[in-house]
């Protein structure tokens, strides 16, 4: 049995709430560690951002979260891993860990004619960060990018909805799976769908996209596994503080905390909520002014 008794937060960063599915695994797996998120909604989407922005970004939210005595950093958002991770690693007093190594090892474990898809921000897309770590792992298997503008902007969209998102859920069922969602979603994935390609895993690339799971399954077909990143990555976490003796002692009632840039908490609250699995509780906003700080 690993010692522990490091009972300070986990960071976790994102462009928005999307990585707030990773949060909720880690919550779910570790309960009894404190997680301090950080959601950078005022200046979401990043993905159609500039790499030295992100980088700038990163950093501010790891500095920021530094000052704030977490003991290690998961950047829960796709295309900030894939701008940010190295220098994360290089600058910030903490540890640091992304998404995408662990989202290339999920896709590695299920392919099994070694074509994988991978759905993903342009950004994240144009850094090559995927391929780059799937074939660190395996270089035999072929990668195909699909760059999904629009997503992260429908899934913000409909979680502005605010309160009313868990009611018209219980009412209407997947309130992402509309006619709308799946004629978007089935024009993305064309060009990796094409006969002959022979994709049969995708990577959920982006952790807002698993709110969008049913409408790409249905593009996607019977025989096309989709892979996230948000569970592989858990297991990578927990590995670490094991490894390091970091663990939360076991008789501790975690304490998690919220922070935002968004200038609508209310609507921050609800959403959340809806994808944490519980209530946010503690909610702060952050200043843009406060941020460029660090």
């Not at 950093?73 to 891993?81: D, F, L, S, W």
């Not at 074939?135 to 502005?160: K, Q, T, W």
Request: a negative charge; charged letters at 20%; glycine letters at 8%.
């Amino acid at each position: 049995m690993a010692a522990q008794g490091d009972n300070r937060p986990i960071g976790v960063f994102d462009s928005g709430i999307g990585g707030l599915t990773v949060a909720r695994s880690i919550a779910t797996s570790l309960p009894h560690e404190s997680i301090y998120y950080v959601g950078d909604t005022k200046r979401c989407p990043y993905g159609v951002r500039s790499e030295s922005e992100v980088r700038s970004f990163v950093l501010q939210a790891g500095r920021w979260l530094a000052a704030h005595d977490i003991k290690i950093m998961i950047i829960a958002c796709n295309t900030a891993t894939a701008a940010g991770l190295k220098i994360a690693q290089q600058m910030l007093p903490v540890p640091v860990i992304g998404v995408i190594a662990p989202g290339a090892r999920a896709a590695i474990n299920s392919t099994r004619t070694r074509k994988v898809g991978v759905l993903a921000t342009p950004l994240t897309v144009r850094t090559g960060a995927y391929t780059r770590a799937i074939r660190d792992l395996d270089a035999g298997v072929s990668v195909y990018g699909c760059p999904a503008p629009s997503f992260v902007e429908i899934v913000e969209n409909e979680l502005a909805t605010g309160a009313h998102l868990q009611e018209r859920w219980l009412q209407d069922g997947d309130v992402f799976d509309t006619p709308e969602n799946r004629e978007e979603v089935a024009r993305t994935l064309g060009p990796i769908l094409e006969p002959g390609i022979g994709i049969d895993t995708v990577v959920l690339g982006c952790t807002h996209f698993p709110l969008l799971v049913n409408p790409i399954r249905h593009a996607l077909g019977e025989g096309v596994r989709v892979v996230s990143s948000a569970e592989e990555t858990t297991r990578e976490l927990t590995d670490i503080l094991v490894r390091r003796e970091q663990l939360a002692e076991d008789d501790v009632v975690p304490e998690h905390r919220f922070a935002t840039t968004s200038d609508n908490i209310a609507e921050f609250a609800a959403a959340g909520s809806f994808i944490f699995g519980q209530p946010l509780k503690s909610i702060e906003h952050i200043s843009l002014d406060e941020l460029d700080r660090y």
